[in-house]
């Protein structure tokens, strides 16, 4: 299986600027920092319908993981699990495993509502959760609660566990700025990106009054060694053709 993460966040609040969406902002950087980095992002509302057809669609494009938080909680409109389970097409079920630990945990304060975080989609594996309910992995969705405190202590067994099924690809990155402008050298740097599909490649212009007035940015296969001796040719020519001296910001 290949690795194609996807970060979903789940929630009216982050949609309607009630609350920071620092979830994503976290996990974005917990992927990078493994050097595989996420694929896709987007924020869904407390619906249903929505989550189940992102669900399905990003199944059926073979994004992996999905990295899903919010809206596992027991109130009316914490919609992720059942959207999670229509999405991967199961059903959703009472877990006999997460409703034991959720009836030792709350003891005589397990209402209803607590009772139905305990409805997970059939056939699914638990998330373990050290501070609350737990979450779960189905098809490579694993779901998170909303909280960042949860979240950031249970995404170190998700990736354990998610790593364990492939050999990721890892990423290496360059980074220089030449004294040119973003328009001389589109074209050719267009041209570069065609010529090596799988690489990612950005121009980031600065201030007409800087220095250093362009940079480049390129994202690559670590075992692409060819795409690195190839971005080096074109620096050298970019700096030779429009009489630059090149700074290299990073390597990593």
Same mark, same amino acid.
């Given at each position: ?14 949609? =309607? ?13 917990? &992927? ?15 619906? %249903? ?5 992102? #669900? ?33 097409? %199961? ?7 997460? &409703? ?15 009772? *139905? ?9 638990? $998330? ?18 909303? &909280?960042?405190? #949860? ?14 099924? &492939?050999?990721?690809?890892? =990423? ?7 004294? #040119? ?6 074209? @050719? @740097? ?10 990612? $490649? ?14 480049? *940015? ?35």
């Amino acid at each position: 299986m290949n690795i194609k993460p996807a970060i979903i966040t789940v929630g009216d609040e982050i949609l =309607w600027g009630d609350q920071v969406n620092d979830n994503q902002a976290w996990l974005i950087q917990l &992927f990078r920092k493994q050097q595989i980095p996420a694929q896709l992002t987007m924020t869904l509302p407390d619906s %249903v319908e929505i989550i189940a057809h992102w #669900m399905n669609l990003l199944l059926n494009q073979e994004y992996f993981p999905i990295f899903v938080s919010g809206g596992i909680g027991g109130t009316h409109d914490d919609c992720t699990r059942d959207g999670i389970a229509k999405g991967a097409g %199961v059903a959703l079920t009472v877990h006999e495993e997460c &409703f034991e630990i959720l009836r030792q945990r709350y003891g005589d304060r397990f209402n209803e509502s607590r009772q *139905r975080m305990a409805h997970l989609p059939h056939g699914c594996e638990l $998330l373990p959760n050290p501070l609350g309910a737990p979450g779960f992995i189905i098809k490579g969705i694993y779901a998170f609660p909303g &909280f960042p405190q #949860m979240l950031k202590l249970m995404t170190t067994f998700a990736l354990e566990h998610c790593l364990k099924q &492939f050999q990721p690809s890892i =990423w290496a990155m360059e980074e220089v700025s030449m004294m #040119m402008s973003e328009g001389e050298i589109a074209h @050719v @740097v267009e041209k570069f990106s065609k010529q090596w599909p799988e690489i990612r $490649l950005g121009i980031y212009p600065h201030p007409a009054d800087a220095e250093w007035r362009v940079t480049l *940015r390129l994202r690559y296969p670590l075992n692409e060694t060819q795409i690195k001796t190839e971005f080096e040719q074109l620096i050298i020519q970019l700096c030779e053709v429009h009489k630059s001296p090149v700074r290299r910001l990073s390597v990593v």
